[in-house]
């Protein structure tokens, strides 16, 4: 009976001696049997074409140019490979039937239809079809049981397997593909692993590089992300401190009223009650601006600017500003703008602000229509521009200004479209009106 000691030092060095062929298993396991390629890609539109209208009862709508490119390869690879056989054999006066030359030539060529959708199928086939055709072509063919066609598939189904398969599962192609070459024609090995290695590192190299694209492309989605999500809650911040200097005001003007509506009333108790409906009416609109406070983040210093916040009374104002600039204004006021709820004036003004202000940065120069209209219970302000005649300033970063009206509106309950129209841009905002607005 062997000592336990000993018994452990040859089970250790046992599996030392297997763990080279374990990892030498895998590789090629996975390229003959397991193994699966990655997803394919989304294609391009330019590699892609749509079925014309006139063509409608065919079963697809659009045509995948590089599968369309791998048919007509295929094709043009087993013609011209059953002429070069049919030649190669006449010549050499083999016996063969012209069912034999057929075989051979679609076990040459057949396999490039597959490496599309199915690369490491495609390989696969390549790898067991090409030894079947040679045993066909190395009765006629002396030095090498190849031919062109046979050579340019099996190059581009082991480049399929690189693009799209992972490093081990190359890896096990190249190392199927030396010993099918050795056992097949020994000669020709040295010249089949030379193009099959340039195939492979040149694949690896595509692939790596998509690889290296995508993670960088994920990273700046990511950051896209942070940096709207930032300029969301900076808006949030200034909208929360606009309407705090709302509520603000409500109060101020509700412990006036509360102060002063007694000392008016002199005891007189109707002068009395449409006091208190007065200080009634206030301290609902202040508790409504306060309900549209809760929620949106502020800054934790609670720095607040004091200045009187603006509204559409300001419009000519902003506009005469804007014109200055060069821009080519027109104003049009529908309806009655008068007694408008504080919020919606002031998100009123704030979107024709930056619409105004978007417009000098983007299109200097051009004709903008400022429209803003009363239609019952909502408001509807559109900012539209021409193209400007002037180059544009250089941009910076964009897309912070449209974030702050989607979070205005969002914020009232109304609707935002944004884009362009003609040759301009278009933005209109309908905010509803009501009465706890």
Same mark, same amino acid.
């Given at each position: 009976?062997?000592?336990?000691?000993?018994?452990?030092?040859?089970?250790?060095?046992?599996?030392?001696?297997?763990?080279?062929?374990?990892?030498?298993?895998?590789?090629?396991?996975?390229?003959?049997?397991?193994?699966?390629?990655?997803?394919?890609?989304?294609?391009?539109?330019?590699?892609?074409?749509?079925?014309?209208?006139?063509?409608?009862?065919?079963?697809?709508?659009?045509?995948?140019?590089?599968?369309?490119?791998?048919?007509?390869?295929?094709?043009?690879?087993?013609?011209?490979?059953?002429?070069?056989?049919?030649?190669?054999?006449?010549?050499?006066?083999?016996?063969?039937?012209?069912?034999?030359?057929?075989?051979?030539?679609?076990?040459?060529?057949?396999?490039?239809?597959?490496?599309?959708?199915?690369?490491?199928?495609?390989?696969?086939?390549?790898?067991?079809?090409?030894?079947?055709?040679?045993?066909?072509?190395?009765?006629?063919?002396?030095?090498?049981?190849?031919?062109?066609?046979?050579?340019?598939?099996?190059?581009?189904?082991?480049?399929?397997?690189?693009?799209?398969?992972?490093?081990?599962?190359?890896?096990?192609?190249?190392?199927?593909?030396?010993?099918?070459?050795?056992?097949?024609?020994?000669?020709?090995?040295?010249?089949?692993?030379?193009?099959?290695?340039?195939?492979?590192?040149?694949?690896?190299?595509?692939?790596?590089?998509?690889?290296?694209?995508?993670?960088?492309?994920?990273?700046?989605?990511?950051?896209? !992300?942070?940096?709207?999500?930032? *300029?969301?809650?900076?808006?949030? $911040? /200034?909208?929360?401190? =606009? &309407? +705090?200097?709302? %509520?603000?005001?409500?109060?101020?003007?509700?412990?006036?009223?509360?102060?002063?509506?007694?000392?008016?009333?002199?005891?007189?108790?109707?002068?009395?009650?449409?006091?208190?409906?007065?200080?009634?009416?206030?301290?609902?609109?202040?508790?409504?601006?306060?309900?549209?406070?809760?929620?949106?983040?502020?800054?934790?210093?609670?720095?607040?600017?004091?200045?009187?916040?603006?509204?559409?009374?300001?419009?000519?104002?902003?506009?005469?500003?804007?014109?200055?600039?060069?821009?080519?204004?027109?104003?049009?006021?529908?309806?009655?703008?008068?007694?408008?709820?504080?919020?919606?004036?002031?998100?009123?003004?704030?979107?024709?602000?930056?619409?105004?202000?978007?417009?000098? !940065?983007?299109?200097?120069?051009? *004709?903008?229509?400022?429209?803003? $209209? /009363?239609?019952?219970? =909502? &408001? +509807?302000?559109? %900012?539209?521009?021409?193209?400007?005649?002037?180059?544009?300033?250089?941009?910076?970063?964009?897309?912070?200004?449209?974030?702050?009206?989607?979070?205005?509106?969002?914020?009232?309950?109304?609707?935002?479209?944004?884009?362009?129209?003609?040759?301009?841009?278009?933005?209109?905002?309908?905010?509803?009106?009501?009465?706890?607005?």
């Amino acid at each position: 009976m062997i000592p336990s000691p000993a018994r452990r030092f040859f089970a250790r060095h046992a599996r030392r001696a297997r763990e080279p062929a374990v990892r030498l298993a895998r590789p090629l396991v996975e390229a003959l049997v397991t193994g699966v390629p990655d997803p394919a890609r989304p294609r391009s539109r330019r590699l892609t074409l749509r079925v014309p209208r006139t063509l409608g009862l065919l079963p697809f709508r659009t045509i995948d140019l590089v599968l369309l490119g791998d048919l007509v390869l295929t094709f043009i690879l087993f013609g011209g490979g059953l002429s070069y056989l049919q030649t190669e054999a006449a010549a050499a006066h083999s016996p063969l039937d012209q069912e034999g030359l057929m075989f051979a030539a679609l076990a040459f060529s057949l396999p490039l239809a597959l490496r599309d959708r199915w690369p490491l199928a495609a390989w696969r086939s390549a790898f067991l079809l090409v030894p079947l055709g040679t045993v066909v072509s190395r009765q006629f063919l002396d030095e090498v049981p190849y031919t062109a066609a046979a050579s340019i598939m099996y190059v581009l189904v082991v480049y399929a397997v690189a693009v799209r398969c992972e490093r081990h599962i190359t890896v096990g192609v190249w190392i199927v593909s030396f010993l099918g070459a050795w056992m097949i024609h020994p000669n020709s090995t040295a010249l089949v692993v030379g193009a099959v290695s340039v195939t492979v590192l040149f694949g690896y190299n595509v692939r790596a590089r998509r690889l290296a694209a995508g993670l960088l492309a994920q990273e700046e989605r990511r950051s896209e !992300r942070a940096l709207a999500a930032q *300029a969301a809650l900076e808006e949030r $911040a /200034r909208i929360a401190r =606009e &309407l +705090h200097d709302v %509520v603000a005001h409500h109060m101020s003007v509700i412990a006036i009223q509360a102060e002063a509506v007694p000392l008016q009333a002199a005891g007189d108790a109707r002068r009395l009650e449409e006091g208190l409906k007065e200080i009634r009416a206030l301290s609902l609109s202040a508790m409504t601006e306060m309900r549209r406070v809760l929620g949106v983040l502020r800054e934790g210093e609670g720095h607040a600017d004091t200045a009187p916040q603006p509204g559409l009374g300001r419009l000519e104002e902003l506009v005469d500003t804007a014109r200055s600039t060069g821009l080519n204004v027109t104003l049009k006021l529908i309806g009655d703008l008068i007694g408008l709820p504080t919020a919606v004036s002031l998100s009123a003004y704030r979107i024709a602000q930056e619409s105004l202000s978007n417009a000098m !940065r983007h299109a200097p120069g051009s *004709a903008v229509s400022l429209k803003v $209209a /009363r239609y019952g219970a =909502e &408001l +509807h302000v559109q %900012v539209t521009n021409s193209p400007g005649y002037r180059s544009p300033e250089e941009p910076g970063h964009m897309g912070h200004g449209l974030i702050g009206m989607r979070e205005r509106v969002s914020m009232l309950g109304g609707k935002l479209r944004v884009g362009p129209t003609g040759t301009g841009f278009a933005v209109t905002a309908i905010l509803p009106i009501t009465e706890d607005a």
